[in-house]
């Protein structure tokens, strides 16, 4: 099946920091990839949706300047969180969908932030 | 718009039992697919089943079956003979005309040995 690589898996940072999220396709060409953020016990909240070689599209209350995404191949996605604070960590999951079958989306293994 | 309404939070089911988790939704467009994903503690989405609108048949992926009844615009999981590794959130998800997909709340099935 499809697989979707995330990197890193978990991150620690001082607030005030820049952290770098990568999503990589591993099998297939991502057309489309999403990033979403997950709030404890909470279901999944879609922050944008990229696809390759154009500006991605931020969900209404998602601050495009504060959180970055790049999608500058058909296989990697990055989501660049600026100046991080506490309120900014979560867990971060991005999805890529190739087109195929039944145009389902296949997840990362997701990336725990922590803001300290 | 579109809306997706899981209404169990939590269940608890004992091993080797069959076990419904509840999905509905709210959409007037005649073209959509409906999808249910695991989330195990260690956190990562998997895909379980899916189902199209234009689908005649129930979809089914080995124990995993989807009851969907159109009419009554509900997409429920049925998963046989559960399995400790059964325990998991579970989501439903509903995917509009712009392949995102909207999701349900989610409902957390412990299977008890």
């Known amino acids: ?116 | 718009a579109q809306k997706i309404t899981q209404t169990q939070p939590g269940m608890f089911v004992q091993e080797k039992e069959a076990v419904t988790l509840d999905c509905t939704y709210d959409t007037s467009d005649p073209s959509y697919g409906l999808f249910w994903y695991k989330q195990p503690s260690s956190g990562e989405m998997i895909f379980l089943i899916y189902q199209g609108s234009y689908d005649q048949q129930n979809a089914t992926e080995g124990r995993y079956s989807l009851n969907f009844q159109k009419a009554r615009k509900s997409a429920n999981l049925v998963i046989s003979a559960s399995q400790l590794g059964d325990s998991a959130m579970y989501f439903c998800a509903f995917r509009d005309s712009n392949y995102q997909l909207i999701w349900g709340a989610g409902t957390k099935l412990i299977i008890k040995p």
């Open chain 1, 1 to 116: 099946g499809a697989v979707v690589s995330q990197h890193p898996s978990r991150v620690i940072c001082k607030s005030g920091t820049s952290v770098k999220i990568e999503c990589r396709s591993l099998d297939f060409q991502a057309t489309t990839m999403f990033w979403y953020r997950q709030f404890p016990k909470k279901s999944l909240m879609l922050m944008a949706t990229s696809n390759e070689g154009s500006k991605a599209t931020y969900e209404q209350g998602v601050e495009k300047d504060k959180f970055l995404i790049n999608h500058a191949s058909l296989t990697l996605s990055t989501l660049t969180v600026t100046s991080a604070h506490p309120e900014d960590s979560s867990f971060y999951i991005c999805s890529a969908t190739g087109g195929q079958g039944h145009n389902e989306q296949f997840f990362g293994p997701g990336t725990r932030l922590t803001v300290l």
